[in-house]
């Protein structure tokens, strides 16, 4: 919880109201919901959004990804395989860059790239949480109108092999319960 605090926190510090994010996310179900959700949790708190689809966030990329000028540029179910080459990527980057995601990773080098990932807290990333999931509870954070995003982060749960579980289970009994999506 705190890293998804904190990482709310930075954005709000770092964007103000109108200001441009570019959103980059993974080109498969879980990370096209996990975009939708991004996007649309920085729409509605009044920021311009650019999205970008990618397989994967190549090393030659990270630097033309962050020279245009975005006041903030947010990974969505991708970038902590690559933490490092995007932490030197964004040296001379003024602002944040955060990671949402839930592939294997480890801790950020840089405090300007912020990785909010379930495996740096016991989760794992490849039964217990998508990288949907893991961008609807920053969305959440960001604000509690965007709950109605649940049903995208079932939907990019189901990417994950096997039965729902763990958070992705979670997520899916509450938006049941809320009425967003059938059993």
């Known amino acids: 919880r705190a890293a998804l605090a904190e990482a709310a ?21 879980d990370g096209i919901t996990s975009g939708a959700i991004l996007t649309a949790a920085f729409t509605r708190a ?18 033309i990804i962050h020279e245009k000028q975005h006041d903030l540029v947010v990974y969505g179910d991708l970038g902590s395989a690559y933490i490092k ?13 955060v990671i949402v995601d839930h592939h294997l990773t480890g801790p950020s080098p840089s405090e300007s790239v912020l990785n909010v990932n379930g495996e740096l807290h016991g989760l794992s990333g490849s039964l217990d949480i998508s990288g949907a999931a893991t961008c609807f509870l920053l969305a959440v954070y960001l604000s509690a109108e965007n709950r109605d995003l649940v049903q995208l982060a079932v939907v990019g749960g189901f990417e994950i092999p096997g039965p729902l579980r763990g958070v992705n289970a979670v997520l899916y009994d509450l938006a049941h319960s809320w009425g967003l999506v059938q059993h």
Do not use: F
């Open 46 to 63: 009044g920021y311009k959004v650019v999205t970008c689809s990618l397989e994967k966030p190549y090393p030659v990329l990270i630097p």
């Open 9 to 29: 926190a930075r954005v709000k510090e770092t964007a103000g109201p109108g200001a441009l994010i570019r959103v980059v996310h993974h080109n498969d179900s």
């Open 85 to 97: 080459d995007i932490s030197r990527a964004t040296e001379q980057v003024p602002g944040i860059t």
